[in-house]
């Protein structure tokens, strides 16, 4: 039984959190709402959630103007100020009104109240915006507000791909942030006679200010791919490489509070920080539009070569389905292992994913990552690692070492549902889908501790019925049962049987010796 491909972009996991909460504007703001998060200008509610089909508050604008600014300062000066009677110094907000005020962005209403919660208009944030780009004079001179700023607006590009309409979205005001970022601003000057004057200063743009004038030193927006993580490397070794570190274009970078090690061999797009110790850290990190990433599970891929990888695809109409890889100069890594030679046997995959990955989008995968899992049940625990059950092996070995004092080793253990789990949670039974690197030191291992219970009441060719329930049956396995036999099935990661043993009781179906799926390649 075949499961469909699965394929799709990575992305940082929290961009991808940020974007699953947009209804219209996900897919034609994804580089927009990747650089005001990275630079803290927009951001979600407890949730990630930006809610750009919503209204923008006033006191969500206020706040976003502080930080488009790099003005955040002022909310802490005039935090607890009590400007307002409708802004209490308990509430979020109380900072960023009281300094967006100070600083002459906004104002409030003449009976001394600011209405935090009431909604900003488009001209009301052409008005700001192009104040705080210096084109006042510019404005007045279009005739004032509204619509002299609104013409200005427009006409220095802050309206660039932004479809206003009424009401005003967060989603409109976050084009016209984006596009703040890079409108050159205008200053005043001193004529030769002596008057004041105006002009703009070429390359003085807020995004220039945002990345040299960070607090940990410098920021920067940058694309290179990722060639090396701790435990996989696509040009070189590199020696002493950490946990918490890798390579992007040659150069090392701390991971931060990033998952930025699992695009190992994409392009990136990525801003980066220079911290107080004088290192690197990756700050935000997303693939490039270049970028495009595939995985397939082994049961859905029916031919594998170094040049091309066909694939079942039940939504296709088509017969034929396949990708181009690279061939002799694509870059193959085998369970963390760079293949530096032909090797035919990796391509005979039985349990696992194939990851392929075309960042020049020419349609040719050049990097493809062959992740096999081999399973196994349970029989003991102990601090030195895992015993398997009599007659069961992974990767020829009825053990699992396990050393956490080894610096050398690397270990990723994880339950069913993909949580980080410690090795004393895997228990007697447990189900262990392990992929080990040719050197045994990069050990990934997937514990699932799920079964079923009950009669077997239908065989098929690769997959059983338990108990009202169909099953699929782990590549590579086979097992000898008879409809009406009464088993427990220990399930992997994925929820497939990879161990049974049958029970004492039997009910009568008709009968099948050996049911499995030993096959591999679906």
């Known amino acids: ?189 001193v004529t030769a006679g002596g008057q004041p004057g105006y002009e703009v200063v070429k390359g003085d743009t807020l995004r220039q200010e945002h990345e040299n004038d960070n607090v940990s030193g410098n920021l920067y927006k940058q694309r290179g791919i990722v060639t090396a993580n701790s435990t996989i490397w696509l040009e070189n070794p590199i020696a002493g490489m950490q946990d918490d570190e890798v390579e992007i274009s040659g150069v090392i970078y701390k991971v931060g509070t990033t998952n930025a090690a699992d695009y190992i061999g994409q392009e990136v797009d990525f801003y980066s920080e220079t911290d107080s110790a004088d290192r690197l850290v990756v700050k935000a990190i997303k693939a490039s539009k270049n970028t495009n990433v595939q995985t397939f599970d082994a049961s859905d891929i029916e031919s594998f070569t170094q040049d091309r990888l066909q694939y079942y695809d039940e939504e296709s109409s088509r017969n034929n389905n396949y990708i181009k890889l690279g061939g002799a100069s694509a870059k193959f890594v085998y369970n963390s292992s760079r293949v530096l030679e032909s090797d035919n046997s990796i391509f005979d995959l039985q349990s696992g994913t194939v990851t392929a990955i075309d960042n020049t989008g020419d349609e040719v995968y050049d990097v493809i990552l062959i992740n096999e899992f081999e399973s196994a049940r349970v029989d003991r625990v102990n601090e030195g690692g895992l015993t398997l059950v009599k007659g069961q092996t992974i990767f020829d070995d009825n053990k699992i070492v396990y050393d956490a004092d080894d610096r050398d080793k690397n270990y990723d253990i994880r339950n069913a549902e993909g949580q980080v789990i410690s090795f004393s949670d895997i228990k007697e039974d447990d189900i262990v889908s392990a992929s080990i690197s040719g050197d045994k030191n990069t050990i990934q291992l997937k514990v699932s501790s799920n079964r079923a219970e009950g009669a077997v009441s239908e065989l098929l060719e690769d997959s059983m019925v338990i108990d009202g329930v169909e099953y699929e049956i782990e590549d590579g396995k086979t097992f000898e049962v008879q409809p009406g036999d009464s088993v427990i099935a220990y399930l992997n990661y994925q929820g497939k049987i990879a161990d049974l043993e049958k029970g004492d009781t039997k009910e009568e179906y008709g009968y099948v010796v050996e049911v499995g799926n030993a096959n591999g390649m679906g």
């Open 1 to 189: 039984m075949a499961k469909m491909v699965k394929k799709g972009f990575l992305c940082l996991l929290v961009f991808c959190m940020l974007l699953g909460s947009i209804s219209g504007y996900a897919a034609e703001m994804e580089k927009e709402l990747f650089d005001l998060t990275s630079l803290g200008i927009m951001q979600g509610d407890e949730n990630g959630e930006l809610h750009l089909d919503d209204q923008v508050t006033r006191a969500e604008f206020a706040a976003m103007m502080l930080r488009l600014t790099k003005m955040e300062e002022l909310a802490e000066l005039y935090r607890n100020d009590t400007l307002f009677d409708d802004v209490p110094i308990d509430e979020w907000y109380n900072g960023y009104v009281n300094g967006a005020v100070n600083a002459q962005y906004m104002d409030g209403y003449s009976e001394g109240n600011f209405g935090p919660n009431d909604p900003v208009t488009f001209e009301q944030a052409a008005k700001v915006l192009a104040i705080i780009l210096g084109y006042d004079p510019v404005a007045q001179q279009n005739g004032g507000y509204p619509g002299g700023y609104t013409l200005t607006a427009t006409t220095i590009g802050l309206t660039k791909g932004a479809d206003i309409a009424e009401p005003f979205t967060r989603g409109m005001l976050a084009k016209m942030l984006y596009n703040a970022l890079d409108i050159d601003r205008m200053s005043m000057t």
